[in-house]
């Protein structure tokens, strides 16, 4: 959260953020159903957000039970039907987790149906390709993912922010694009500089049909 606040500073369009197991930083207005930094006042009410609980890894949550919770699995759940590209980074998969490993199931619906979607993973130092293909079998497309050790070498890093359309050009319209990697070793106010190229298009509205 304190990362995405600092970035936020640079005017850049940030993603959206869940909490599957809560989080310090985040509160929520129960009468509102909205959420912002704790403490913070409501955008309805102007009454402080009130902290949520935390899930610790236990064998049984029960993330039903709390509305800012249930609230942030259903977004998760929405944002894996509709997406196109899922990156993983160093998660070894819900294996204990019986509600998670339901919820991704519902969410990311039967492995074989999603056959054109892709999915990457960036695995920790030491973590085993092994790993992956047991702990995540049931969520992916047999062929349909990448497993990468370094971030650098993933799509996403070298298609930063247009990495669906990129993918589009490249397998699927079979038109060969150059990649446009993020730099490797500038410090933040420069990365913020180099990702100010795709604000303009970002930011336009689209023409009144
Ligand atoms: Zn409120």
Redesign the pocket.
């Known amino acids: 959260m304190q990362a995405y606040l600092r970035n936020s500073r640079a005017g850049l369009s940030l993603p959206k953020l869940v909490f599957l197991h809560g989080n310090v930083s985040v509160g929520c ?1 129960e ?2 159903k ?1 959420e912002g930094l704790v403490g913070k006042p ?6 402080p ?1 009130k902290t949520v609980p935390l899930l610790y890894p236990i064998l049984k949550k029960n993330y039903a039970a709390n509305l800012f919770i249930s609230e942030q699995w259903l977004l998760l759940k929405r944002s894996f039907k509709n997406a196109f590209m899922i990156t993983i980074f160093g998660y070894s998969g819900p294996k204990a987790d019986q509600e998670a490993i339901a919820a991704m199931k519902d969410a990311w619906g039967i492995s074989g149906q999603r056959s054109m979607e892709q999915t990457a993973f960036i695995i920790r130092p030491g973590q085993k390709e092994d790993e992956i293909h047991q702990a995540w079998d049931a969520f992916i497309h047999s062929h349909h993912y990448e497993i990468y050790e370094d971030f650098y070498d993933s799509w996403i890093a070298k298609h930063p922010r247009r990495t669906g359309e990129a993918y589009i050009n490249q397998y699927l319209d079979a038109q060969f694009i150059e990649d446009n990697p993020i730099p490797k070793e500038e410090d933040f106010q420069n990365l913020w500089k180099w990702f100010e190229q795709f604000k303009d298009a970002e930011t336009r509205m689209p023409p009144r049909a």
Request: proline residues 0%.
């Open positions: 207005c009468m509102d909205t409501c955008k309805k009410c102007n009454q957000y």
